[in-house]
């Protein structure tokens, strides 16, 4: 037993300068592992948030506003009347009766916008069409 021991001891002495770099790297190889893994996972959910502050924003400002869905009609080459169904933040959520000339801007003044709403995300400028 005693002879093992002083075997060890040489081979830790003669050794020991290459078994202390091996230990070094391969915890040097786990904290960059271990950080890369982090950096991935920290990026990874500020992705995700961003999206869903983005989807969130968009679907609030959206449904907050308005939720216009056109009924009735054959297509938006048709001459006659639209009908629009408004919703959300507008003084007077009804059906109204359009041409299909009318722009989603004279909609809106139509159901009268309330002062809080976000029109940032819908284009006043577009035709009212049917089945839309």
Do not use: C
Not at 104 to 120: E, I, P, R
């Amino acid at each position: 037993m005693y002879q093992f021991l002083l075997r060890y001891k040489d081979f830790l002495t003669q050794w020991k300068l290459y078994i202390i770099s091996a230990v070094v790297l391969i915890m040097v190889l786990i904290g960059f592992i271990f950080w890369r893994q982090d950096d991935y996972t920290s990026r990874n959910f500020e992705n995700k948030d961003t999206a869903l502050k983005q989807s969130t924003s968009e679907n609030s400002s959206l449904s907050k506003l308005e939720d216009v869905q056109v009924k009735d009609g054959d297509n938006s080459k048709n001459k006659g009347p639209v009908y629009v169904d408004v919703k959300g933040a507008v003084k007077h959520p009804n059906v109204y009766k359009m041409t299909s000339k009318d722009r989603v801007v004279d909609l809106l003044d139509k159901a009268q916008l309330l002062d809080d709403a976000d029109v940032s995300q819908i284009n006043l400028s577009e035709k009212l069409s049917d089945q839309k």
